[in-house]
């Protein structure tokens, strides 16, 4: 252990003797004086490093927005830069992308839609975070898949509220029934669950939105085929006005050669034991561009049911090892807003 020592003053007591001289002589005492200590040189105040401004991850890609009741959908790709996720995190000064971004709950997370259907501008700030938490998804009675989440709610107190969901699906616990295909974990993209005025159930309006480090477009395969294997996670609005969340098995295959992208979701499990409800099967075709772009339709089929929508979604991922879409289908037996993370088999 080092001990520093401060001495803050000394005081020095002179004493002067005095001698006789000729015939005579006496004592005198000379009078004690006090030297007063030194006036300590003061060190100039350091200045402050300033606070380090986190650096702002922004994303602007793709959004899918469905408002109550399964009406008003959209699934805008014409103007991507309406819609937005900005992340600001303390612990990652230095963020320049999404993996360096530590979800830990005192992130400020920003979503932005400014087109004409369904906009919003919220910002979740370090003191919205609700904390994690996990929803059972059941196939009748059976509960077999559990979603862990983070939670974030703005507008405490007002009137209505907005919350940001974070599925992680890249951590998905299945049951034994459930897990024929072991998911790939996800690290580059991610799903965001934003629901806006939500007063009541469901919100005025709901949208999913990507967000990830995509994979730069000198670095998109240009042969060979890849199989893709993941979760996917959305909501199912009933045409009877009924809305309950889902989450399922994806299977997807690009082939670079041909910039084909083909596959199916299949949809059993959903959040909560009753009532009980239908297997849907969610058929994928597409087209990869050269940049790692997704486009493509989606065919949705059950027991009457039969809807259809289109899809969009990028490859994730230095080497475009993930995906990340987002879809919408509707017809006369209800509507699906759904989005899958998936990595490479």
């Known amino acids: 252990m080092i001990i520093n020592r401060l001495l803050s003053g000394v005081c020095v007591l002179a004493l002067a003797g005095c001698g006789g001289g000729g015939g005579g002589g006496g004592t005198s005492t000379a009078p004690i004086v006090s030297v007063p200590s030194p006036t300590p040189t003061s060190s100039p105040t350091p200045t402050p490093s300033p606070t380090p401004t986190p650096s ?16 008003g959908n959209t699934l805008d790709t014409q103007n991507a830069t309406a819609f937005s996720v900005a992340i600001g995190d303390p612990d990652a000064p230095g963020a320049n992308a999404f993996g360096d971004i530590n979800f830990d709950g005192d992130e400020t997370i920003v979503v932005r839609h400014t087109g004409p259907v369904i906009p919003y501008n919220e ?5 919205s975070y609700r904390g994690a938490g996990s929803n059972s998804f059941y196939t009748g009675s059976s509960a077999e898949r559990f979603l862990p989440t983070r939670g974030y709610q703005s507008r405490i107190g007002q009137a209505s509220s907005a919350f940001l969901i974070m599925p992680l699906l890249e951590e998905v616990r299945k049951t034994a029934a459930t897990a024929a295909r072991t998911d790939n974990v996800t690290e580059s993209v991610r799903l965001l669950d934003v629901r806006v005025a939500a007063s009541g159930n469901p919100p005025q309006s709901r ?36 809305v309950q969340d889902y989450v399922g098995d994806s299977v997807l295959t690009v082939d670079y050669s041909g910039r084909t992208l083909t596959g199916q979701i299949t949809i059993a499990q959903y959040l909560g034991s009753t009532p009980v409800r239908p297997t849907l099967t969610v058929e994928i075709v597409g087209e990869i561009a050269a940049d790692g772009t997704l486009t493509g339709k989606v065919t949705v089929r059950g027991t009457g049911v039969f809807e259809a929508g289109y899809l969009t979604g990028a490859l994730y991922g230095p ?9 919408i289908s509707s017809g006369e037996s209800g509507s699906v807003l759904g989005g899958v993370v998936a990595g490479q088999e």
């Open 56 to 71: 702002v991850v922004v994303q602007t890609f793709v959004q899918a927005g469905l408002t109550a009741g399964g009406t």
């Open 123 to 127: 910002t979740f700030a370090f003191d």
């Open 207 to 242: 949208a999913l939105q990507l967000v990830g480090d995509r994979t730069m477009s000198n670095t998109v395969p240009t042969a060979g085929t890849r199989t893709f294997v993941g979760e996917s996670f959305g909501v199912r609005y009933f045409s009877n006005a009924n």
């Open 319 to 327: 080497t475009g090892d993930e995906i990340g879409l987002v879809l």
